[in-house]
């Protein structure tokens, strides 16, 4: 199974402030790709899917670059209750279609 | 909608004791996933059915781990016998893949932890 990296920081930022977390991965072949945060304690949800077109949700912007096989995500105007752990996720495809997660970025908004 | 029902939320067992994790899927979901997510780590899967059938557990330690889902809805992860390194909180997840839909939905966990 491939691998999947980020950052794990911690990034702590102004509350207003934009931040953007990237992350690398090595199979080329992957098929699908997503943000998931978690809040301390509790589960994974889904953020956003990303697609190599781009995609925006908000304040949210996701960016996927298969030729570097590099996903970014931006948020713009940051909150305090954007204070998470975003994991970087891919799908291999196929039949198996189990996730690869990182490791996760954590990110501090700071009143 | 019910979300994915985990239980026990916590356990604390001793190395070499035996335990047992249930999960009940949203309801029609055939894709049921176990992960493992280990302190400071992101979720790593253990085993991936489709109904009853087992379609990727190329990375679970099948030396002491066993996961079944014998009538393609609830499923239980056994570990026998548990190792220090075993704590963690376990993860049920499922997905309604026949209908093409991308997002799995996650339970709240099983929180494991072996002394």
């Known amino acids: 199974r491939k691998e999947v990296e980020q950052d794990p920081g911690p990034f702590n930022v102004p509350e207003g402030a934009t931040v953007a977390f990237n992350c690398t991965y090595s199979?080329?072949?992957?098929?699908?790709f997503f943000w998931y945060r978690q809040d301390c304690r509790k589960e994974p949800k889904l953020l956003m899917s990303?697609?190599?077109s781009g995609n925006e949700d908000g304040r949210f912007t996701a960016q996927l670059n298969r030729a570097s096989q590099y996903i970014s995500l931006l948020i713009r105007d940051s909150k305090l209750s954007d204070s998470a752990t975003y994991l970087c996720?891919?799908?291999?495809?196929?039949?198996?279609?189990?996730?690869?997660f990182g490791k996760g970025t954590h990110l501090i908004i700071q009143p | 909608e019910a979300g994915v029902a985990q239980s026990p939320r916590y356990k604390i067992i001793e190395k070499r004791q035996s335990v047992a994790f249930w999960c009940n899927p949203i309801?029609?979901?055939?894709?049921l996933y176990w992960y493992q997510q280990i302190l400071g780590q992101g979720p790593k899967l253990l085993i991936q059915?489709?109904?009853?059938?087992?379609?990727?557990d190329s990375q679970l330690p099948k030396d002491r781990f066993s996961a079944e889902r014998l009538k393609g809805v609830d499923s239980t992860l056994k570990i026998q016998p548990a190792k220090l390194e075993d704590s963690a909180v376990y993860l049920c997840?499922?997905?309604?893949?026949?209908?093409?839909?991308?997002?799995?939905?996650f339970g709240p966990g099983t929180r494991l932890t072996v002394t």
């Open positions: 997840a499922s997905r309604d893949r026949d209908r093409g839909l991308d997002e799995q939905y």
């Open positions: 199979n080329s072949a992957s098929q699908s």
């Open positions: 990303v697609y190599s």
């Open positions: 996720v891919v799908n291999e495809g196929g039949g198996a279609d189990g996730l690869t």
């Open positions: 309801s029609g979901h055939a894709t």
């Open positions: 059915f489709q109904n009853n059938g087992v379609v990727d």
